[in-house]
């Protein structure tokens, strides 16, 4: 069992539910820095949490400082969890080629809050090679850094990149 402190760098103010208060969010400061992958048994692991998950940046940035698996502890709500939950993790492993492991709480907090649940893990490629239903469960996959490097060979994506053309992208839209 590996554990991680991990200090999010997005924070998160939730817009579609305008009444609903979180007390966890009150306490949540965004981190001024990146943290660096953390070296564990199973791969270098970048640490994310629910809604760092937007930002492609922060994931292209861990994978290009070395991450191989991406981790995403997340509460995704009923709103946003069946829109938005699997294609942000999808579209994560594949633009980073990283795997991506994803806990999600599941069930009813309270009258106001339910979470989606349905944890996974997704494949450098894009497949999602684990999941769990919305409710408790248990989904194992295996972590094959061959298979990472493999793809990473054979789709050097980091190589191609055009920095020149899009330069930095985490500016605000205006």
């Not at 698996?69 to 633009?95: C, D, K, M, N, Q």
């Not at 054979?154 to 920095?163: A, D, G, I, N, S």
Request: a positive charge.
């Amino acid at each position: 069992m590996l554990g991680f402190i991990t200090r999010p760098p997005h924070r998160f103010l939730s817009l579609l539910c305008p009444g609903l208060r979180i007390p966890q969010l009150s306490v949540l400061c965004a981190q001024p820095s990146l943290e660096s992958p953390v070296s564990t048994p199973a791969g270098k692991i970048g640490l994310a949490v629910c809604y760092d998950m937007r930002f492609p940046e922060l994931s292209l940035a861990l994978a290009q400082a070395g991450a191989e698996i991406l981790t995403y502890p997340s509460a995704f709500g009923s709103i946003t969890g069946p829109a938005h939950w699997e294609v942000l993790l999808r579209a994560r492993a594949i633009e980073t080629q990283c795997y991506v492991v994803a806990a999600a709480q599941c069930g009813r907090h309270h009258e106001k809050r339910a979470s989606y649940g349905h944890s996974m893990v997704v494949d450098p490629w894009g497949t999602v090679v684990a999941r769990c239903s919305e409710g408790p469960g248990l989904c194992l996959a295996r972590i094959d850094l061959n298979y990472l490097r493999q793809l990473r060979r054979h789709l050097p994506v980091f190589q191609h990149r055009r920095p020149d053309l899009y330069g930095n992208l985490g500016h605000p839209l205006s």
